[in-house]
């Protein structure tokens, strides 16, 4: 079983457009985050949340927003993608919230490209 | 949070050890030295970090200096499927994981 899954894999969209990307991961978790890697391959937190709340929120435009309707899921809504927010988006997962000693678990990633 | 130092390649042949240094000569004394690798089109996956004192599991071992200053991550019989860009962040203890992903160091395995 995939520990940290997420869809889709590509998703392929015009500017504009409003689109979704799901997480969900059966580790029994409780802290889940977003990670972006763009075109130079930096990756870079976006948001995390602990217990479905928000504890790391970074500079992040307003057009993107998470939702984590319980602590194995947190989802990534962009409203009206630019063609800046094609990237790679990382999912992931840890055991606690505190960084000390904590491992990571990441999704294999979505492929974004917005035309 | 401190600042690393990665070389951007290095080369190992199948078998060997492959020996990958950081440097990271502002880290404080409450950070610890993470190392994470990314292999193609996957997500990164944890490898091994410590403290102060030097660790091994079952993917590697890291040396880290008296100092602090340096660590050495060592797999020690690299096989093709090491082959990826391996990572060496510092982090302090703090609300919610930022592990923040510099350039890393792209190692290649060669037959």
Known sequence: DTAVSQTPKYLVTQMGNDKSIKCEQNLGHDTMYWYKQDSKKFLKIMFSYNNKELIINETVPNRFSPKSPDKAHLNLHINSLELGDSAVYFCASSQGAKATNEKLFFGSGTQLSVL | ?111
């Open chain 2, 1 to 111: 949070d401190a600042k690393t130092t990665q070389p951007p390649s290095m080369d190992c042949a199948e078998g060997r050890a492959a020996n990958l240094p950081c440097n990271h000569s502002t880290i404080s004394g409450n950070e610890y030295v993470y190392w994470y690798r990314q292999i193609h089109s996957q997500g990164p996956q944890y490898i091994i970090h410590g403290l102060k004192n030097n660790e091994t599991n079952e993917m590697a071992s890291l040396i880290i200096t008296e100092d602090r200053k340096s660590s050495t991550l060592i797999l020690p019989h690299a096989t093709l499927r090491d082959t990826a860009v391996y990572y060496c962040i510092v982090q302090i203890e703090t609300s919610g994981s930022r592990l923040t992903f510099g350039e890393g160091t792209q190692l290649t395995v060669n037959p």
